[in-house]
Structure formats: C-alpha cells, structure tokens
C-alpha cells in the first residue's frame, strides 16, 4: 500500500492519494489520512480502497475520477461514497459507507475495530469522528454522523505507539475535534487530552492540533499552548468575516468571537501562526460582508488561509437559498486568495536568515508555525532538521 499527493484538497484539509493499483487513495481530510494504515490492513494485497471526501462537488468528481482510474477490486468509501453512492452506480466498484470502514465485518475480515492510527514521515492519531451540528452548507453530519469521540486511554497507547517507533511529530485529527469528549464518561475536554499526552508521553517532540471550531476552545486547551511541544498552530474553521452570513451559515460563533479567540491564543501563545477556512460567495452574501471576510485577514492575522469557493450540496439548507453566481463566487474567492497570500508572503519572511526547526517530509520539512521549507538537498523521512532559510520563491522556504 502507498500513499501520494492528491489533487483534492477540501476545506481544511490536506490531501493525500496513492498509486492507481493496489493503494489506499486518500482524499480531503487529515482525519481520511488518519485511517490510511487501518485501511490498508482491512484491505489487505491487491485492492484499491479510496477514503473519499465530499465537502465540495469538485471532491466528488475527483473520488469519480479515482475510481475510474483504477483497476481491479476497487473499493469506494468514505464521504462521498456515504453522501451520495449513486456518483459510483456506474462503476464497478463496492461501497462501504463511513459507518463500516474501520469495521471488520464489512470487509469480510476477522478482529476488531482498528484504531485510526497513521504513521507517515509524521503520526497522524483520530480522536474524534462525526459533528452534531448543522451548518447549512455541510453535509458531515450526513455523511459521518453524530460526534463520536475515542476514550483517552486509547489515544494516550496509539501517540505512545508512534513517539517509540521513532516519530518525532504527532498530528491530533477530528471531524469537530473541539467536541472531543461530550460523549464519554467524565466529559475530558481537548484541552485535557492535550495535557495528558504531553504529561504522559515526554519522549514526543511535537504535537500539533488540526481543525478547530472557533466555538469550543477550552480554558485547559489555552493553558496546554504553555509547553513548547505544542506547535504554534491552529487552523480555525471560521468560513465567514460577516454575521449575518455566519447565522445564516448556522455558525455558533460571531465575527467578534473569532477576533477575541485569536487575541486569547496569542496571549497564550505570542508566536502562535493562525490559519482558517473561508468560503466565497455564500448565498446572500453581498459586497459588504465579502468585504468584512477580507478584512478578517488582517483582524484574525491569518497567515494561513485555505479560501474557496461556494459549492452547493444537494439536501442542505444552503442550497435552497438564493444564490450567488458562480463567477461572482470566484472573483471573490480570488480577492480573498490574493489578501491571504500577501500576509503569508510576510509571514514566510520572517523567517529568512534565522534558524528554524523542521520535521522532514524528505524534500521539504515543516516548521512548529507550519511554514514549509524546502531543503537543499533531501533529508531522512521524520527527522528533525535545523535549517536556515535562505531566501522565498512560489510560496515556499528555501534553505
């Protein structure tokens, strides 16, 4: 089984693919990428499994397209295979919905449940699947269900599994993660899971958070940014800069609770690097709230901005609502694109001539702000290299 990148990349997300034959195929979300090496074990010799994504129509047709591309027994799961299995009637192809794919049974296989644990040249550990929310736009909780959180203990083995197989850096991936724990005995917030692992397991050198819901930070998550093994992080789903578009994307916070969090992180944090999902063009938005999401750029101090734009899902409410046209929707998207890459443009060079620990990809390596950096020359898969950038071209670091 092999794992590459994709052409999908969704909301908040990186992208991940394989190789056409024999391969888990991941695409959208770190939480996809999370399951990869249970996947593959389910899966066993000789299939192809894609772990697909729905967030956006382009996601759908690129798990279409996966599918087409490969050969052999091919097996369609995830998002998109659960929201909406009819894009793969044609194709011959078996579907097990998100429900099932880390089950057993489904794939004719004995054991248990696997937990959703990936290593890579960094560890990727699911702590959380599902939302019980209900954004007009998003169709998660149509296609992973109600929020499901995995018990301390078992996230406390799996990172521990990692850090002693040689991992230096742990991503901690959930659909809602800052829901973790409203389901299980004690309620243990993130915040407290953070603090667990970083008191528990003292051999792991990074630990890094993915998406959060600027709704649900913690007081104890706040306080976890104090150990210096805590990346400077957090990409935050905020989708809009305007509040009326917010209560009308059903969002559970405000404009003026986003700015308040950001400034909370950074007095927990002062190098903290901020990220955030921003859509274009939902329906109703007119100029002026375009203009209040550009603004947030700045008010938020966002350095890492994934923008894009609306894309309607059939059975949401957002689909029903007067919409805007789709080259309004990408004229925007592209004024968005164009703030945010002039604010990483001088975030990236405050980097330049000072030195600066990375967990090697192989070509390039990661910053604890998540600043790419390629490499002169290729370095070992995992392994923390301190690095001096030299200069900035195409987006990326170069030492």
Not at 227 to 234: E, G, K, N, S
Not at 297 to 325: E, K, N
Request: with cysteine; proline share 7%.
């Amino acid at each position: 089984m092999s794992v590459a990148a994709s052409p999908c990349t969704p909301a908040g997300a990186e992208s991940f693919s394989g190789t056409p034959a024999g391969a888990v195929v991941i695409h959208g979300c770190r939480s996809n990428l999370a399951e990869r090496d249970a996947l593959a074990a389910l899966a066993g010799p000789n299939r192809t499994v894609i772990n697909s994504c729905a967030v956006t129509a382009q996601a759908v047709r690129d798990a279409r397209a996966a599918a087409r591309a490969a050969s052999g027994d091919i097996i369609i799961t995830g998002c998109a295979a659960t929201y909406a299995p009819e894009r793969f009637a044609d194709l011959p192809v078996t579907i097990i919905p998100n429900a099932l794919k880390l089950n057993p049974q489904a794939w004719n296989s004995k054991g248990s449940t696997l937990a959703a644990v990936t290593r890579l040249s960094r560890g990727f550990v699911a702590i959380q699947d599902g939302c019980d929310h209900a954004c007009t736009f998003c169709v998660t909780t149509l296609a992973r269900g109600a929020s499901r959180s995995i018990p301390v203990a078992e996230i406390v083995t799996g990172v521990q599994r990692l850090a002693g197989s040689g991992v230096n850096e742990v991503v901690l991936t959930g659909i809602d993660a800052t829901s973790y724990g409203l389901d299980l005995p004690g309620v243990p917030t993130l915040g407290s899971l953070v603090q667990t692992l970083l008191l528990e397991i003292p051999e792991l050198p990074r630990l890094r958070l993915s998406s959060l819901d600027a709704a649900e930070a913690d007081d104890a998550l706040l306080e976890a940014f104090a150990d210096p093994r805590l990346m400077p992080h957090i990409h935050l789903s905020l989708q809009s800069g305007d509040d009326l578009i917010l209560k009308r994307m059903k969002r559970r916070h405000s404009r003026a609770d986003a700015v308040r969090l950001v400034a909370r992180l950074k007095a927990a944090r002062p190098d903290i690097a901020i990220g955030a999902d921003l859509i274009a063009g939902f329906p109703t938005e007119d100029e002026a709230a375009h203009r209040n999401s550009l603004a947030l750029l700045a008010d938020c101090d966002l350095v890492h901005a994934h923008i894009f734009p609306f894309s309607a899902r059939p059975g949401t409410p957002a689909a029903r609502m007067p919409q805007i046209p789709p080259a309004i929707r990408k004229r925007r998207a592209a004024e968005l694109r164009d703030a945010a890459d002039l604010r990483k443009y001088a975030f990236l060079q405050s980097h330049l001539h000072r030195v600066v620990e990375t967990v090697s990809e192989g070509a390039q390596g990661y910053t604890p702000r998540y600043a790419a950096v390629r490499y002169a020359t290729p370095q070992p898969k995992g392994a923390l290299i301190a690095v001096t950038p030299r200069h900035l071209a195409n987006g990326f670091l170069h030492a």
